[in-house]
């Protein structure tokens, strides 16, 4: 009765499907551990061990090209060397002829014991670019670092421009050092940080709007229907809040070198982009802040430039201050001082024909933001008072 290779495989307890799994690169990360496990790992083990894998690989029936891919993928010794050993193996008859000419006796000082301190410098530099959020860290950026650094170390100029670590030889340094190659998720978002100042300006901000909670539209639930409740107190207020908001695709590398200790946060400005930078409205009627038709025209009547809907890279909504731009046009990729103070300039040209804003008082909240740079204006120009 013939069985099939599934059937025995099944037998010998593994699953065919699990080979797909495996790749050349990691065989070559198993056997670069095997290398630095044994301490006295010298030339006539590599050679001895560089045989085996080309006998191995010979009942495969695979071709002398791709073996010699193989052998030098692994870091084994070329295939010509390797085939002159094993033939010599079969004509003898004496697998221990290998063992005959003394060769490797001597230990061959790895790079890090000649120079140790290359390796602290290494490794910081390594923890130190894992935790960085736009996860731009690999193996090649570490063996170029440490390529420079040696070249710092011993005043050496290398022949070639090849670095003198290999990534084979990296990634197991890596995996020493405590270093996980695993999947980029499961991350926070970097969100900020809370300063002092900033809470105790909070905490004045909370109170006023409590103590005078009876002049502000404010919104409660019915179920899940909202119903606002307006103002029962004179000189009511409107509340206006700016912000900006980058609406990304969120692109981010499936895999990333890590430290369990070190871990970075997300950043969520990968990938193609828009950036948003909008007014809001606590009012009933309205809630991003923009003019009707027959509002807008009167407003463009006193003021034609209001028509020029585009600023420095970016572009004002319709009948509106709000405007949005995609990053990476304009200098920094960002709303800067300028276009921040364009648009707050906009703004308080549109507030006056704003008919439902009239006979309130305007209360507009912006955050501490580096781009928002102060100017003085007419506190006058936030009163809507009126007009005949």
């Known amino acids: 009765m013939k069985h099939t290779s599934t059937q025995t495989d099944a037998r010998r307890g593994v699953k065919s499907d699990h080979y797909s799994l495996i790749d050349l690169e990691k065989v070559a990360i198993i056997v670069d551990c095997m290398r ?3 301490k006295d790992w010298n030339f006539l083990a590599e050679r001895t061990f560089s045989v085996v894998i080309d006998m191995l690989l010979s009942y495969t029936k695979i071709g002398y090209t791709e073996m010699a891919e193989i052998l030098s993928d692994l870091n084994c010794l070329d295939i010509k060397t390797t085939r002159r050993w094993s033939l010599t193996l079969i004509e003898s008859d004496d697998p221990s002829i290998i063992l005959n000419d003394k060769r490797g006796g001597y230990h061959l000082k790895q790079l890090y014991e000649l120079l140790p301190e290359l390796e602290i410098a290494a490794k910081e530099f390594a923890i130190r670019e894992t935790a960085k959020k736009n996860c731009s860290f690999n193996v090649s950026s570490l063996a170029k670092f440490i390529t420079k650094h040696f070249k710092e170390l011993t005043g050496l100029e290398l022949e070639k421009d090849d670095d003198i670590r290999s990534h084979s030889a990296i990634r197991l340094d890596l995996t020493r050092w405590g270093a996980k190659w695993k999947k980029n998720n499961k991350r926070p978002y970097f969100e900020g940080h809370e300063r002092e100042d900033v809470l105790k300006e909070r905490e004045k901000l909370v109170e006023f709007l409590v103590e005078n909670k009876q002049r502000f539209y404010q919104q409660t639930y019915s179920g899940d229907l909202v ?9 009511p207020y409107i509340i206006l809040t700016h912000d900006e908001c980058c609406v990304s695709s969120g692109e981010q590398q499936s895999h990333k070198w890590s430290f369990g200790f070190n871990s970075a946060f997300y950043n969520k400005n990968r990938g193609r982009s828009k950036m948003l930078s909008y007014f809001l409205c606590q009012h009933k009627y309205s809630g991003l802040f923009e003019l009707s038709s027959e509002e807008w025209q009167e407003a463009i009547t006193a003021y034609p430039e209001l028509n020029n809907k585009e600023g420095q890279n970016f572009e004002f909504d ?4 709000n405007a949005s731009m995609e990053p990476g046009k304009n200098k920094d990729g960002y709303f800067d001082n300028e276009a921040i103070l364009k648009q707050f300039k906009r703004l308080f040209i549109l507030l006056k024909y704003k008919t439902i804003f ?13 781009t928002h740079s102060a100017k003085k204006y007419d506190k006058n120009m936030l009163f809507k008072k009126k007009r005949n």
């Open 36 to 38: 630095n496990s044994v």
């Open 227 to 235: 119903e606002w409740i307006e103002p029962t107190e004179d000189e």
């Open 318 to 321: 319709e009948n509106s201050a």
């Open 358 to 370: 009239r006979n309130h008082k305007i209360m507009l909240f912006v955050d501490n933001a580096r």
